[in-house]
């Protein structure tokens, strides 16, 4: 029976998401970009990113050997663009998935205890809160630059970065909603029958407030990797992987800008650009789909 009401939850979702062209076209894209990204190692010689071997020379323009032309080094543009996806999309999603799990552990932990905890919950309550509220205020980039800039470089310090800065508006909008499902009627009798704070967070508040998780982290993933890209091309991320962050920094280094070598420049940002805008489109229609009454 559970599995069966599952699977019909399954296939009502996937009916409704079907009705927005909007986040048909950002799932399209995304689909694209990441199998893309998952075969780049069938297509693309990683002995080629190599400044020491790279095949082209510097700054050829787009022609038929290179359909985006060369970087300084002779390296092929599109190379380093598809192999950038592996690098920014998995930073995307780590960074995201840091951020979500620890919003989504401070908001239930804060609306649990601060609706049904006693005193003590009260004040574990207001304590998660004001921290919340703490990280809430700091400009979330310097909190990141800040981070990157005292922890070893790498892609793992970039994923701390952001997902130790991104994750307020998840708790509070968890919090939220956890306040919401506590005041429900199956809670109060499973605390009724003895159910302790384990279980009804566990069993009872956290999978009623997995769709707004759901949703949150489909618009979080967006950020994260524009805040990767941000922090690489400040200098911040890790000079030995490839990456659209990287790309743009190492052409901003060597005066592409100004030399006017715009296929350089242009592909890493569009793909930055394609790739936050696909997940901002399927973000907000499974916000639409799973809370209708909330999204204009």
Request: hydrophobic share 55%; proline share 6%; charged share 10%.
């Amino acid at each position: 029976m559970a599995w069966r009401r599952r699977r019909a939850a399954l296939v009502a979702f996937a009916r409704d998401y079907a009705r927005h062209r909007s986040g048909l076209v950002g799932l399209a894209i995304l689909v694209a970009i990441s199998a893309v990204a998952l075969t780049a190692p069938l297509f693309v010689d990683e002995s080629g990113l190599s400044i020491t071997q790279a095949p082209g020379a510097p700054y050829e323009p787009p022609g038929w050997r290179y359909p985006l032309g060369t970087d300084n080094f002779g390296r092929s543009v599109l190379d380093l663009v598809v192999w950038g996806a592996r690098v920014s999309l998995s930073v995307g999603f780590l960074a995201t998935f840091v951020s979500v799990a620890l919003g989504t552990l401070v908001g239930v932990t804060a609306g649990h205890f601060g609706s049904h905890g006693g005193l003590g919950g009260r004040v574990v309550s207001t304590v998660l809160m004001r921290v919340t509220d703490w990280f809430l205020v700091l400009p979330t980039l310097v909190l990141a630059v800040a981070l990157a800039a005292v922890l070893p470089r790498g892609v793992g310090t970039i994923v701390l970065a952001i997902g130790l800065t991104v994750w307020p508006p998840t708790a509070r909008l968890v919090r939220a909603q956890t306040l919401a499902v506590e005041a429900r009627p199956y809670v109060e009798r499973a605390r009724a029958l003895g159910g302790g704070h384990a279980h009804v967070m566990l069993w009872h508040v956290l999978p009623n407030v997995m769709p707004v998780v759901l949703a949150q982290t489909t618009l979080l993933v967006a950020t994260s990797i524009i805040a990767e890209s941000t922090l690489s091309f400040l200098g911040m991320g890790d000079p030995a992987t490839v990456s659209w962050g990287g790309v743009l920094e190492a052409a901003r280094n060597a005066g592409a800008i100004s030399a006017g070598i715009w296929w350089y420049m242009i592909p890493p940002g569009l793909a930055i650009a394609a790739v936050a805008l696909s997940f901002t489109l399927c973000g907000r229609a499974v916000e639409s789909v799973l809370n209708p009454r909330e999204v204009r």
